[in-house]
């Protein structure tokens, strides 16, 4: 997901892009003021994908990547894991308001920042595109993606099962009749008091044979020191509904983090019309006052709903503060789209200080909010500033875009690790759908949120670069899309 712009970065497209290399020419005769007459190399264009090109007329030429750009990226989709860790194991649904509560608290409203920061990546990247071919079809690549991680999804869930060990099984049943004469009813210890196992002594052969049957057709796997075990069903491909599974395909809901990409569909079609408005508007005045409109529209309404009538009358448990307009409340991805292009456009310049004071005191606000919330309910206010559509979620992003957006400094092999990682990181997200039902649900239950998001981390890179360098090897002159 992170790549989603990323993934256009080598396309050599004609688009121009003042960010690139600039011939200035000036017009010392007008007295008014002077006549910039800017000459943009075609071959450069990649600087606003999260890389520049050094030499612009050499085909060989080296790229340098923003480093900053691929750290959010990175922190993004690893944000991403640990909100969905969080929700899979339900750490904050007990446990309330012990010291690890509070720290699980913190961790998930600086995660919560992965939505807001990825589109604002998204506004700060393609901030020159048009309305063209050559930008349209830059989506191919990710519906490519997202077709197949869907496909193995279907296949994997349909095959791969979990169920409850059975003890005694099939085969000490039968040495248990064998080594009993004239025995019709045999008890198993595993069921319920009343259930029994009607068992013929005549036909033993006959069990012994569905039993090799049930082997070749399944494949039983141990998982470790639990009570589960892990059923392949060979012949699982065979009963998928493909009516049903290829709906949920087209309208996103057979990958349970699909929502994402369907939101960035949308937005990838209007985005050059978006920087036809934006340019339209010309000046800075003009641009922060359709960056506060949209954030009055689609996040302020969030803090309201956020303080629920239990809060301020605790015998009435329904509803909550409905004070604002808030039909547009959805559009909350055209305000991040626009902040990063803002910021894009302008390059804020804050020191270190005030740019880890600006996060520290971001990540407070919602933390404190939601602590003294669920302090005076005893319980999880789990509706307090939650979700990515809240002004609170927006600044917590803001203020981690500002602190690492920047930076140009690279360390060798920790930047190569960090770029490898963002440039698959669409694919790891689709990916983490399949991998946190398997780790969560049988895999590791018992293993702590963060080495099962790591687990996660690694499994979901090494099928994503698989696909990524396949996708690339067959498809790349083909398609002509890089």
């Given at each position: 997901?992170?790549?989603?712009?990323?993934?256009?970065?080598?396309?050599?497209?004609?688009?121009?892009?003042?960010?690139?290399?600039?011939?200035?020419?000036?017009?010392?005769?007008?007295?008014?003021?002077?006549?910039?007459?800017?000459?943009?190399?075609?071959?450069?264009?990649?600087?606003?994908?999260?890389?520049?090109?050094?030499?612009?007329?050499?085909?060989?030429?080296?790229?340098?990547?923003?480093?900053?750009?691929?750290?959010?990226?990175?922190?993004?989709?690893?944000?991403?894991?640990?909100?969905?860790?969080?929700?899979?194991?339900?750490?904050?649904?007990?446990?309330?308001?012990?010291?690890?509560?509070?720290?699980?608290?913190?961790?998930?409203?600086?995660?919560?920042?992965?939505?807001?920061?990825?589109?604002?990546?998204?506004?700060?990247?393609?901030?020159?595109?048009?309305?063209?071919?050559?930008?349209?079809?830059?989506?191919?690549?990710?519906?490519?993606?997202?077709?197949?991680?869907?496909?193995?999804?279907?296949?994997?869930?349909?095959?791969?099962?979990?169920?409850?060990?059975?003890?005694?099984?099939?085969?000490?049943?039968?040495?248990?009749?064998?080594?009993?004469?004239?025995?019709?009813?045999?008890?198993?210890?595993?069921?319920?008091?009343?259930?029994?196992?009607?068992?013929?002594?005549?036909?033993?052969?006959?069990?012994?044979?569905?039993?090799?049957?049930?082997?070749?057709?399944?494949?039983?796997?141990?998982?470790?020191?639990?009570?589960?075990?892990?059923?392949?069903?060979?012949?699982?491909a065979k009963n998928i509904d493909w009516p049903v599974k290829l709906t949920k395909i087209f309208n996103f809901t057979e990958n349970s983090y699909a929502w994402y990409f369907e939101m960035y569909i949308g937005l990838f079609l209007i985005i050059p019309f978006l920087n036809i408005m934006w340019d339209g508007i010309g000046n800075k005045k003009g641009r922060i006052i359709l960056i506060i409109s949209l954030c009055f529209l689609s996040l302020i309404p969030k803090?309201?709903?956020?303080?629920?009538?239990?809060?301020?009358?605790?015998?009435?448990?329904?509803?909550?503060?409905?004070?604002?307009?808030?039909?547009?409340?959805?559009?909350?991805?055209?305000?991040?789209?626009?902040?990063?292009?803002?910021?894009?456009?302008?390059?804020p310049k804050l020191n270190i200080i005030l740019r880890l004071l600006l996060v520290i005191i971001a990540v407070s606000m919602p933390v404190l909010a939601c602590f003294y919330t669920s302090k005076s309910i005893n319980a999880y206010a789990w509706y307090?500033?939650?979700?990515?559509?809240?002004?609170?979620?927006?600044?917590?992003?803001?203020?981690?875009?500002?602190?690492?957006?920047?930076?140009?400094?690279?360390?060798?092999?920790?930047?190569?690790?960090?770029?490898?990682?963002?440039?698959?990181?669409?694919?790891?997200?689709?990916?983490?759908?399949?991998?946190?039902?398997?780790?969560?649900?049988?895999?590791?239950?018992?293993?702590?949120?963060?080495?099962?998001?790591?687990?996660?981390?690694?499994?979901?890179?090494?099928?994503?670069?698989?696909?990524?360098?396949?996708?690339?090897?067959?498809?790349?002159?083909?398609?002509?899309?890089?």
């Amino acid at each position: 997901m992170a790549n989603l712009e990323n993934k256009k970065e080598e396309l050599g497209t004609n688009d121009t892009s003042i960010d690139n290399k600039e011939e200035i020419k000036v017009n010392s005769t007008n007295d008014s003021s002077k006549k910039e007459e800017i000459k943009v190399d075609s071959a450069n264009e990649s600087s606003e994908k999260g890389e520049t090109k050094v030499g612009s007329n050499n085909n060989n030429n080296k790229k340098e990547r923003f480093i900053g750009l691929d750290i959010l990226r990175m922190l993004a989709i690893i944000f991403v894991f640990i909100t969905h860790g969080i929700t899979y194991k339900g750490l904050l649904d007990t446990n309330v308001l012990t010291d690890e509560w509070k720290i699980v608290l913190v961790v998930r409203f600086v995660a919560l920042s992965c939505v807001p920061i990825f589109i604002m990546l998204t506004g700060y990247l393609n901030n020159k595109k048009e309305p063209n071919w050559k930008y349209y079809r830059t989506i191919i690549p990710l519906l490519m993606s997202y077709f197949l991680i869907c496909f193995i999804e279907v296949f994997g869930m349909n095959m791969v099962s979990v169920q409850e060990k059975v003890a005694p099984n099939n085969l000490e049943i039968v040495e248990q009749i064998e080594n009993t004469e004239n025995v019709e009813l045999v008890e198993n210890d595993n069921l319920d008091n009343n259930d029994l196992i009607d068992v013929n002594t005549n036909n033993l052969d006959n069990q012994e044979i569905d039993k090799e049957e049930i082997n070749e057709d399944k494949i039983i796997i141990d998982i470790g020191n639990t009570n589960k075990e892990l059923v392949i069903d060979k012949n699982g491909a065979k009963n998928i509904d493909w009516p049903v599974k290829l709906t949920k395909i087209f309208n996103f809901t057979e990958n349970s983090y699909a929502w994402y990409f369907e939101m960035y569909i949308g937005l990838f079609l209007i985005i050059p019309f978006l920087n036809i408005m934006w340019d339209g508007i010309g000046n800075k005045k003009g641009r922060i006052i359709l960056i506060i409109s949209l954030c009055f529209l689609s996040l302020i309404p969030k803090i309201f709903e956020s303080f629920r009538f239990e809060c301020l009358k605790a015998e009435d448990l329904t509803g909550w503060l409905d004070v604002l307009p808030d039909y547009w409340k959805i559009t909350h991805p055209l305000a991040y789209f626009f902040i990063g292009k803002y910021i894009k456009e302008y390059k804020p310049k804050l020191n270190i200080i005030l740019r880890l004071l600006l996060v520290i005191i971001a990540v407070s606000m919602p933390v404190l909010a939601c602590f003294y919330t669920s302090k005076s309910i005893n319980a999880y206010a789990w509706y307090m500033l939650n979700g990515f559509g809240t002004i609170t979620n927006a600044f917590v992003a803001l203020s981690i875009f500002l602190l690492f957006y920047d930076i140009k400094k690279k360390i060798p092999i920790l930047s190569f690790i960090i770029t490898q990682i963002a440039v698959c990181s669409f694919e790891m997200y689709l990916f983490s759908s399949i991998f946190d039902k398997i780790y969560y649900g049988f895999v590791f239950p018992e293993k702590s949120l963060f080495f099962i998001a790591g687990m996660t981390l690694i499994s979901t890179y090494i099928c994503a670069r698989i696909w990524i360098t396949i996708r690339d090897l067959f498809f790349k002159k083909l398609l002509k899309i890089y």
